[in-house]
């Protein structure tokens, strides 16, 4: 099983940026899809973007797109998430996912999941 340990999450004022990150387990195979999804509170579990193991596709949610770019590392095995021009509305927990496939992650379905970090936008 894929292990996944997000960190980069924080405090940010508005218009602010972050950089989220993820590390995969030494025992996995890079070849899943990697996403994230986030959590706000009182909000079920949503869709944010993911990444095809060779990084040649990429999908974002609506909300996110032209805001946050996801990107991966085969050699740090680590996919990251550069989120800029941070609104309240992004205020959440965001989850790292592993999948063998963008259509696993799309449909929400992922074989693994990290712990989360929380990404918290003051206005």
């Known amino acids: 099983q894929v292990q996944l340990v997000e960190s980069g999450g924080g405090l940010v004022q508005a218009g602010g940026s972050l950089r989220l990150s993820c590390v995969r387990s030494e025992r996995t195979l890079n070849t899943d899809a990697m996403g994230w999804f986030r959590q706000a509170p009182g909000k079920e579990r949503e869709f944010v973007s993911a990444i095809m193991a060779t990084g040649a596709t990429t999908r974002y949610a609506p909300s996110v797109k032209g805001r946050f770019t996801i990107s991966r590392d085969h050699d740090k095995k680590t996919v990251y998430l550069q989120m800029d021009k941070l609104t309240s509305d992004d205020t959440a927990v965001y989850y790292c996912?592993?999948?063998?496939?963008?259509?696993?992650?799309?449909?929400?379905?992922?074989?693994?999941w990290g712990k989360g970090t929380q990404v918290t936008v003051s206005s």
């Open positions: 996912a592993a999948g063998a496939n963008i259509l696993i992650l799309l449909a929400g379905s992922a074989n693994s």
